[in-house]
């Protein structure tokens, strides 16, 4: 089945810039997505990227698809206190038709 | 429309005991997720259901886990016996299907169950 790895932990300052790596595996993806989840809360669906696109911007989020290296990321422009969560990427498994989650992202800002 | 609506918020079991946890989809999505959460495995699909019929099963951890859809508007995971190593926030989500994907899936605030 398809494994997306993330890292575990980034802290970053109120009003910096947070980027979010993930990698996944399977090039044939039609849809990536980025979930936040907060603290005794469903995930909740914060964006998505179509395959056919390098970038995708929604306000103060910025997609990044690169597909050569099977890497997405997630740049969150002038971080605040609410954007403190879990951020998971995900991608289809071919296999199973459902998603398949990272181990998430932990964001904590720092006021 | 309320989302997608899990029931209990938490609950609290004896080893051994049934339990029954339970998800109402978001009114006109075709396709159930049931997933479990835990620190050591994060979010691990568990079951799906399109269209009320179970399509993969194979993330169910053996035989004391089922799961049913009745209707489009109900669907339950029951745990027979319980064990303290089914503790986990189980989470339902529901979704357009595979034709609508960029909808992604609508996850509901989870059941955090504790098998004592």
């Known amino acids: 089945g398809e494994d997306v790895e993330q890292s575990l932990f980034l802290s970053v300052r109120e009003g910096d810039s947070s980027v979010i790596n993930c990698t996944y595996t399977?090039?044939?993806?039609?849809?990536l997505y980025w979930y936040k989840q907060e603290p005794g809360a469903g995930l909740q669906l914060l964006t998505y990227?179509?395959?056919?696109?390098d970038m995708k911007q929604d306000q103060r989020l910025t997609v990044l698809l690169n597909k050569k290296d099977k890497h997405l990321s997630l740049r969150i422009a002038d971080t605040q206190t609410g954007d403190s969560a879990i951020y998971f990427c995900?991608?289809?498994?071919?296999?199973?038709?459902?998603?398949?989650f990272g181990s998430g992202t932990r964001l904590q800002v720092q006021p | 429309d309320a989302g997608v609506i899990q029931s209990p918020r938490h609950e609290v079991t004896e080893m051994g005991q049934e339990v029954t946890l339970r998800c109402k989809p978001i009114s006109g999505h075709n396709s159930l997720f049931w997933y479990r959460q835990t620190m050591m495995r994060g979010l691990e699909l568990l079951i799906y259901f399109n269209n009320n019929v179970p399509i993969d099963d194979s993330g169910m951890p053996e035989d004391r886990f089922s799961a049913k859809m009745p209707n489009a508007s109900f669907s339950t995971l029951k745990i027979q016996p319980s064990e303290p190593r089914d503790s986990a926030v189980y989470f339902c989500a529901s979704s357009l299907g595979r034709r609508n994907l960029h909808y992604g899936y609508t996850f509901g605030s989870g059941t955090r169950l504790t098998v004592v």
């Open positions: 990227i179509f395959s056919n696109m």
């Open positions: 995900a991608e289809p498994d071919t296999g199973r038709r459902a998603l398949t």
């Open positions: 399977d090039s044939s993806s039609t849809y």
